[in-house]
């Protein structure tokens, strides 16, 4: 079985210090939650910006401060975020034209013209895009576009699940749908997991197992267990990597993660 991947999500577009004191806003906030992440294990970083306000953005002024302070202190890959507010698809690939990160979020959402130019620009830069799958539909667009040679193989998909707060589903149910997406999964690619809402540990141990990758941080849950707040992104790394030494599965390591995701140095 294949090294286990973790990326580390520090923040996101929709929570802020209101929900939880320990809730990244600053780019210095947010690259050291990264790198605390990284010190862990996490290999690979997914990073939302925020503007002066603490709001969502997609300049890549405020990218640039993220990734310049990580990159200052360690070579964990980048992966930035094309998904947040609304705005024109151009908008949303300023930061990976701009910066060229190792990687970046696919996002299916949208028309098709526009999920075209996505994978047009990301594939002209050589940035892996990593195709965020939150249903079996969105799985089916982008194996159409695989097979029409606009994603690589090996294609990465991010199978998303529910947020900790809108989720009523239990744990079967959040199985079951994996286990459907995965089925769907064209052959060859590789697959990670991020979310769950408050089935997020059971489907960690089941998503190692299963030989995927794995994505958490307060990005996609502000809980470590019910009702305490987590401080950081890396106590959910720390504990990936815990659960994944105990099923006897190694820890990925930068390198070993460039090779998977065909990243050129």
Known sequence: MEPLVITVASTNVNWTKQNSRFMPETPEEIAKDIILGYREGAAVAHIHARDEEGRPTF??????KIVDLVRKECDIIIQLSTGGPPAPVEQKLAP???????????NIRGNLEEIEYNAKIMKELGVVPVIEAFNTEMIQTASRLIQRGLIDQPAHFELVFDLVSDSKKDVVEDCEEMFQRIKMLPPGSIWSRNRGAHNQLALDVLTLVLGGHVRVGLEDNLFLKRRKLARNSAQFVKRVCKLSKMLGRKIATVEEAKRLFNIVS
Request: hydrophobic share 40%; no cysteine; aromatic share 12%.
């Open 96 to 106: 990976i034209q701009e910066l060229r990160p190792e990687m970046a979020s696919f």
């Open 59 to 64: 300049e890549t002024i405020h990218f640039r």
